[in-house]
């Protein structure tokens, strides 16, 4: 019997439980659950409350101690939660441990993020790639699933048939993990087929922390209208589109957005996707200049793409949402004049850093598009010479 993965109905009421640990502050825990509540309301559930706990390492057994396990047990029969959501990953036989305290339906931060990927996907590829993400998540917690459905049932005769029951189980998934990746493996054939054709092609791909705008300025710069939503993995798919600044043509791609404790499977599965990312001449790094932890998306991004080897390209930052950081940042009893000062402050801090390779822009006011029209311009044709020295290149 494989229990497949949780699927959270809309509107489930939800608690959040995360664990400061050595050498992380409230705050950062905080900011932690932050996303994680916004990745719940992605998926549909509505956070009521937030459990912490200052442990050294979680408890092998409850993630938890038993004090606060059964805090939460008290409030969750109080105030009828249906759901709890942990923020790291939980084995097999926490996740049973968990529930036969709490009594309620238990899953951790990589079962979400699976839950949205699940419903964000629409094609055959980006189906598959979540498919078989959630086998491999499913895979090493199949033990402590079957623990737990042992102890349900209890008594004399359940032990050995459970015993005989998981290893069919592990057989079949075994089995469907490698008829997915076999299936994939086609798939990624099809898509290096037409990544080859598109070669002579100087590409351009926006990278950058999930919900930062990628999706809004990819609509602006190939004039496209490509689905954005102010929600977390909005779009799942590569989409590609060819597009021409002052008749130099170029490939622009966007790309599934990058977040911290992204579930390793996932970018395993999700290997095809990032070839894009791989095989790009240009990498436009799309930052919220507006978001508290801007800078730690920054560094999450640059360490994702330090793993897919793709981080000595050409890079330019693009710092997004200027008008929302000038909202959260200025008030009207501010003199203009001061405000001036700290956005020249901002701009100069990070052109010496980036090495004048950034642009500040509003995406949804459309301000300094231009800029940033031009800087890709000169990038791409700049290549274009690099690649073909000894002709002039027209499409």
């Excluded at 699927?7 to 932690?32: C, F, H, M, N, P």
């Excluded at 899953?107 to 996907?121: K, M, N, V």
């Excluded at 998306?297 to 360490?303: A, E, F, I, L």
């Excluded at 000169?378 to 290549?383: G, P």
Aim: glycine residues 4%; aromatic residues 8%.
């Amino acid at each position: 019997m494989i229990e497949k993965q949780h699927k959270i109905r809309s509107e489930e009421k939800a608690v959040l439980v995360g664990l400061i640990q050595k050498e992380q502050t409230d705050e950062q825990v905080q900011e932690y659950l932050d996303e994680l509540a916004f990745l719940a309301e992605t998926a549909g559930a509505i956070t009521v409350k937030r459990f912490t706990q200052k442990m050294l390492h979680a408890d092998s057994k409850t993630f938890v101690g038993k004090g606060k396990l059964e805090e939460i047990k008290n409030y969750i029969a109080a105030k009828n939660i249906d759901l709890a959501i942990f923020d790291d990953e939980l084995t097999g036989s926490q996740i049973s441990n968990i529930e036969k305290v709490i009594g309620i339906k238990t899953i951790d931060r990589s079962d979400l993020i699976l839950d949205i990927f699940a419903r964000r996907a629409r094609t055959a590829q980006a189906k598959v790639q979540v498919e078989l993400a959630q086998y491999q998540y499913l895979l090493p917690r199949l033990k402590g699933m079957w623990q737990h459905l042992e102890r349900q049932g209890g008594g004399i005769g359940t032990r050995g048939p459970g015993e005989t029951e998981i290893e069919t189980d592990r057989r079949i998934v075994k089995d469907k993990i490698s008829l997915l990746r076999k299936r994939l493996g086609d798939i990624d054939k099809q898509s290096f087929t037409q990544r080859k054709e598109r070669g002579e092609f100087i590409r351009v791909s926006l990278v950058g922390y999930t919900n930062v705008g990628k999706s809004t300025l990819m609509n602006l710069l190939s004039k496209s209208d490509i689905f954005a939503e102010n929600k977390l993995f909005a779009t799942l798919d590569t989409t590609t589109r060819k597009v021409v600044f002052e008749n130099t043509p170029f490939l622009l791609s966007d790309t599934v957005g990058f977040i911290r404790k992204l579930p390793h499977h996932l970018i395993e599965s999700f290997k095809s996707t990032l070839d894009e990312v791989r095989e790009a001449d240009i990498l436009l790094h799309v930052v919220d200049i507006s978001h508290p932890q801007h800078e730690e998306q920054m560094g999450t991004v640059n360490k994702t793409l330090q793993e897919l080897k793709a981080f000595e390209k050409p890079i330019l930052t693009v710092f997004n949402k200027m008008d929302m950081y000038e909202e959260k940042n200025f008030d009207e009893w501010l003199d203009e004049s001061v405000q001036q000062d700290i956005l020249r402050e901002l701009k100069e801090r990070w052109e010496r850093e980036t090495e004048n390779n950034c642009v500040f822009v509003s995406a949804l006011e459309r301000k300094n598009i231009d800029a940033l029209r031009e800087f890709i311009l000169n990038k791409v044709r700049e290549l274009y010479k690099i690649r073909y020295p000894y002709r002039e290149v027209h499409f």
